[in-house]
């Protein structure tokens, strides 16, 4: 059978594929690492550098681990091999791909192929049926796709030991590739086929169906509570999110955690952001909540009303400076390291201040010519390109979340039986995440090469194009959002992480392959 090409939110977790596999060996045994990187002769689709930061904490209640800010994974136990998965709200299927493989399973011999982004990253396999147990659940018959082949796109998360994703999304026909191909074959009742979550929620009829997830924020002192995932329960920290505006799924029954944001405001000024989504609210915008997505992606306009809203911050286009977050682009915003910005995105009437940790990424940098090295802090806030068309404006990742506790309630259980809605309770200070923005950026700077102004390092970097370039940006050190001992440091510095090593993710626009 053919390729149909749905247009519902899925979850992407990487960039479009390029070339990395060459650079693997090298990038994980060198103790540093310079990249070459090339001016694409056509617009870019994928960054041109990345930097992975070098600190990973682990965390705590139910199982949560945040990797360097960049995924949020659990580990889960699946036919009775323990596999740390991430986790994602823009999707719904279950994968995993243990470098063991996993001890005996019911293959069903239907193969079937996941695809996110843009669809150049996909995993593809057979869809296994086995004990799947977290914590206190256990569901005897979950059905999983048993990868075989995955796109390069994933090699980042394989390598930082991350070996699937956990779909936290909607269970609605056309969201779940896996339930789909599992009804045509097996029939409409049965129900193995569901995603984790339905299962779960299945085995307490009269419960609620909804899930809270707290990230936390590596490289900050203001102190981010730990991370937190909880089913049917509310996380003892932040009950008090019951109380909290209910604010409904955008449109209705979209197949995907989509909200309306009232508003994005810089400096307590609010952006112009007209919607391109018809059924958008009035002067709202629609948004996809996305623990599957790094950052905060949107359009390039808007992006640029955020940081042009910073004095001294200068777009570099089709920049040499690398990315740290993934984007459909190569410009680049150059921020000046401690910039006090302010941002703030409503929803439900509420505001929630985005911790200035969030809004740009600090990295070091080599010039062109191999001579100096720079300290760097550029947006994280990156062009969505068209990954999202007709079905948000944009998506809302970690970045953003990390900012707030969230509960996603999908309304097919118990008292909260209805329309699916979110409660949102703010997790960011404005007046403390500002001076714990200077000071953590102070601290880390103290050992860092020193940072110059944003022009003056585009103009460095501007016009490189000669051949025979042999002095490309190096990256390494630096973390996202600024680094504290350690960390940002020197050290830092002879631990490069793999320069290449992408790590956005995204929702968007999925091609399905139906088999
Ligand atoms: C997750 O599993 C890995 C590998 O088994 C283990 O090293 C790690 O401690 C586990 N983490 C948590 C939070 O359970
Ligand atoms: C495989 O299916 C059989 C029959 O339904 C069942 O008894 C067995 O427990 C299943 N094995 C696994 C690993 O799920
Ligand atoms: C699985 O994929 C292979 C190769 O694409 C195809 O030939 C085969 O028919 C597929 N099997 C099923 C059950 O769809
Ligand atoms: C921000 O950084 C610049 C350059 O390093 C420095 O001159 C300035 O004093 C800093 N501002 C604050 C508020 O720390
Ligand atoms: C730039 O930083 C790298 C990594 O720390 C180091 O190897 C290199 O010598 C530095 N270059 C300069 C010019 O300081
Ligand atoms: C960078 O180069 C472009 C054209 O190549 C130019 O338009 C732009 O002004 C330059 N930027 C700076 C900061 O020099």
Redesign the pocket.
Known sequence: MGTTVLTFPFSMRGPPAFSLLSLLLLSYEASALKLTIQRPSKPPRTPNGNIRPPKASADVNNNLINKENERYTANITI?GRVVNVALDTGSTDLWVMPPEGLP???NTKLNATLRYGDGTDFVRGDIG???FELGQYTIP?QAFLNVKEAAEAEEPDFRSGIFGLWGLGFNTPGSSEINDAIQKSFGASQNWGQSVLANIFAQNPTGADYIGISLSRTGDQEGTADASLTISEYDSDYEAVQNAPKIPQTPANSGSWTVALDSLSVNGKKITWPSTIRTAPAGKNIVHLDTGTTNIMMPAAQVAAVYSAIPGAVLSRNSYIPQTKFSTTYDVWVVPCNASVNVVASFGGQDFPIHPLDVTDMQVVTSPDGRRNYTVCIGTFTDVGTIVSGASDALFGDSFMRNAYTVFDFGTGGSTKGPAFVQMLSQTDATKSIPDLISVRTKAMANMPPEIAALDLVKIFNGTEASGNTGAPATGGGSSGGSNSGSGSKGAGTTFAPSMSVVGALSLLAMISCI
């Open positions: 036919s005996s399973f019911n049926v086995g004990k018959f």
